[in-house]
Nanobody, 114 residues
Framework: QVQLVESGGGLVQPGGSLRLSCAASGSIFRISIMGWYRQGPGKQRELVATVSSGGTTFYADSVKGRFTISRDNAKNTVYLQMNNLTPEDTAVYYC????????WGRGTQVTVSS
């Protein structure tokens, strides 16, 4: 069983930055593909970014150049640094772990508004 706990969400003005964290329990973190997904108001959940166990990253086109995903295997934690935020980035952000099974966190709200 893996538990994922997100933190770092909040209210930020357009152009601002936030860093999300996802702390994972369990020993499989090191072999898991970790990802961030988001679901905006009235929208389907969508992929934001992923990072493999070896550090290979993937980004959705909408966040390339603004968001950076990283992981610290010693801390069982994955991060999402979000810069130059826009109102379109407003969503609940979810952490996902994929190895033998898929696990989701409960999400953290990010609101971008002036």
């Amino acid at each position: 069983q893996v538990q994922l706990v997100e933190s770092g969400g909040g209210l930020v003005q357009p152009g601002g930055s936030l860093r999300l964290s996802c702390a994972a329990s369990g020993s499989i973190f090191r072999i898991s593909i970790m990802g961030w997904y988001r679901q905006g108001p009235g929208k389907q959940r969508e992929l934001v970014a992923t990072v493999s166990s070896g550090g290979t990253t993937f980004y959705a086109d909408s966040v390339k150049g603004r968001f950076t995903i990283s992981r610290d295997n010693a801390k069982n934690t994955v991060y999402l640094q979000m810069n130059n935020l826009t109102p379109e980035d407003t969503a609940v952000y979810y952490c996902r772990s994929a190895a033998q099974y898929i696990y989701w966190g409960r999400g953290t709200q990010v609101t971008v508004s002036s």
